[in-house]
């Protein structure tokens, strides 16, 4: 079972987006070789981990699956290397979410733009 981590709702250009980070029990640290000794002994110790970013857009408080993108194998915590803490901050304000919510957006008016336009008027 897939836990969920932290949730957070953003708005951009007038569409509430739901960003919701779920725990990635498929990466790992040996899949990718941009990691040293130390940063793969803290992820042993549990000190950081992988998550799924899963980007939702919102119309009227109605979650628009068909709509959502996500990424996964992204990191979550605290690397040695790192002088900053990976989390919903930087998830939402660095990476990957902006460079996600164009696409969204695009994938929303492609998906059902009839209903974002019944669904506002019922706002």
Known sequence: MIRLIETRAIVKDDITYQVRVEEDWDSKPFDADCYSDADIEAWRRDEWHYVGVIVTPVV????IDAAEDS????????????DRYLGMDQICNVHPVPEML??????????????????????
């Open 102 to 123: 164009d696409g969204v957006r695009d994938k929303l008016k492609r998906f059902a733009p009839d209903l974002i336009e019944a669904l506002s008027k019922l706002v």
């Open 60 to 63: 009227a408080g109605i979650p």
């Open 71 to 82: 990424l996964w194998g992204v990191e979550w915590g605290q690397l040695p290397d790192l």
